[in-house]
């Protein structure tokens, strides 16, 4: 679906990964997994990670680290992965040993969603937390699409919202951050966290355009722009 315009560019938007279209075309892309794993990629360049690399296999990953030393973070289904590291819970990211080094990162539909686009595309990570300077960071594409991630081919509340505080910046207008804060804590997500007890991190979900940061993938791996 076209949307908004940046600059003298073109943007779209998908409210699920599956509906981009093949070929992928050749523009920039911001991909917007809210829970988890774009917050997560924010919150480990933010904590010093030298780059944050994207696996859609676990095995990759894992074959990564015995090349590099990484750290790894990830989820499969909501599960652990046997031989990671860490939980890409946002929250968690400030109590890993992660400044400095590189960092691998596989999650259910986020990292899935940048392998379906490739490694080899513009990639930037879009979530509510740096909706305002992910979309200064693309005003000045040609073409843009903002994919929510979605998952597994669902779509996601959470994402949507992220998709829509991005694109009304881009438009000049971002919606009122207390109607997205009430879409996000009523999702499906939002609850499943609270039943575990991570109730705060909804909460720092719902601190909209509080970060700077801007991941963009270069060379196969996300640094901050």
Avoid: K
């Avoid at 990964?17 to 991909?31: G, H, I, K, R, S």
């Avoid at 774009?38 to 990564?64: H, I, K, M, N, Q």
């Amino acid at each position: 679906m076209t949307g908004p315009s940046a600059a003298d560019g073109t943007v779209h938007r998908v409210d699920r990964q599956e509906d981009l279209p093949e070929p992928v075309p050749d523009a920039a892309f911001v991909v917007v997994d809210v829970i988890i794993s774009s917050t997560t990629v924010v919150r480990l360049l933010e904590a010093g990670a030298d780059y944050v690399r994207p696996f859609a296999d676990a095995d990759a990953a894992r074959a990564f680290r015995a090349e590099t030393d990484a750290f790894l973070v990830g989820e499969q289904g909501g599960e652990s992965v046997e031989g990671f590291d860490g939980s890409p819970l946002p929250s968690l990211v400030a109590d890993y040993p992660v400044a400095d080094r590189p960092v691998g990162l596989l999650s259910s539909n986020g990292t899935r969603a940048m392998d379906r686009i490739g490694h080899d595309r513009d990639i930037y990570v879009g979530t509510t937390v740096n909706a305002a300077a992910v979309a200064e960071a693309v005003t000045d594409h040609e073409e843009t699409w903002l994919v929510a991630a979605g998952r597994q081919g669902e779509v996601v509340g959470e994402d949507v919202a992220g998709v829509d505080r991005i694109a009304g910046h881009l438009e000049g207008s971002p919606p009122a951050a207390a109607a997205l804060a009430e879409t996000i804590r009523g999702t499906p997500t939002a609850q499943w966290l609270r039943e575990m007890g991570y109730e705060h991190e909804i909460e720092a979900l719902c601190e909209f355009d509080s970060i700077d940061l801007v991941p963009r993938l270069r060379d196969g791996v996300f640094v901050a722009e």
